[in-house]
């Protein structure tokens, strides 16, 4: 079992980056692929970024492509998501989440509590 703790989140003008981080508790973390969802107000959770446990594969959401990049460090037991170009429509609940494989559907195993990321126009 793997506990996940997320932090980076605030309140940025459009333009402006953010990177998140995902801490994860436990020492089986290079055994879990990692994927970062978003959640807007009134919407559903959806995908945006994800790292297999070598850093070898990434996926990306068409939204995230070319402005979010997906990173681990697995020395130090943590994931990020470095933003950049901000927009509004990105302001979101952001969640890590971890499973035994890399997949771009909302099937990961386990939760991170989420960090709140808004966008100012």
């Known amino acids: 079992q793997v506990q996940l703790v997320e932090s980076g989140g605030g309140l940025v003008q459009a333009g402006g980056s953010l990177r998140l981080s995902c801490a994860a508790s436990g020492r089986t973390f290079s055994s879990y692929a990692m994927g970062w969802f978003r959640q807007a107000p009134g919407q559903a959770r959806e995908f945006v970024a994800a790292i297999d446990q070598s850093a070898g594969r990434t996926y990306y959401s068409d939204s995230a492509k070319g402005r979010f990049t997906i990173s681990r460090d697995n020395a130090k037991n943590t994931a990020y998501l470095q933003m950049n170009k901000l927009k509004p429509e990105d302001t979101a609940v952001y969640y890590c989440?971890?499973?035994?494989?890399?997949?771009?559907?909302?099937?990961?195993?386990?939760w991170g509590q989420g960090t709140q990321v808004t966008v100012s126009s």
């Open positions: 989440a971890a499973r035994w494989a890399i997949t771009t559907r909302d099937v990961y195993d386990y």
